[in-house]
């Protein structure tokens, strides 16, 4: 029901800056929430960042005040804007939409970008 299509990975220097976007398309709840995690080889996938229809965010503490994410509900997009990158920050980074629980389904339902690589070289 809802699609979700990265943007704006790459190779960067250590303490340069990336953007991510993820555009989202299908079936939009007028409540949600979006955001990023990343998961590095071997490692389980966590959350970097994340903002709800409401504008409330909730940030990973590696790397709060260090990345931003945003949206832009007319688009239908979320962004994440890093900067100061660390080469522990290297992962593969997926765009998240989360459809919020309902009297008739009591759970949160996920959805999945198909990821893109964020490579940072020190």
């Known amino acids: 029901q809802v699609q979700l299509v990265e943007s704006g990975g790459g190779l960067v220097q250590a303490g340069g800056s990336l953007r991510l976007s993820c555009v989202a398309s299908?079936?939009?709840?007028?409540?949600?929430?979006m955001g990023w995690y990343r998961q590095a080889p071997g490692n389980q996938r966590d959350l970097v960042a994340s903002?709800?229809?409401?504008?409330?965010?909730n940030y990973a503490d590696s790397v709060k005040g260090r990345f931003t994410v945003s949206r832009d509900s007319a688009r239908n997009t979320v962004y994440l804007q890093m900067n100061s990158l660390k080469p522990e920050d290297t992962a593969v980074y997926y765009c998240?939409?989360?459809?919020?629980?309902?009297?008739?389904?009591?759970?949160?339902?996920?959805?999945w970008g198909q990821g893109t690589q964020v490579t940072v070289s020190s």
């Open positions: 903002i709800t229809s409401g504008g409330t965010t």
């Open positions: 299908g079936t939009i709840d007028s409540s949600n929430v």
């Open positions: 998240n939409y989360r459809r919020p629980p309902r009297a008739w389904r009591p759970q949160w339902v996920d959805y």
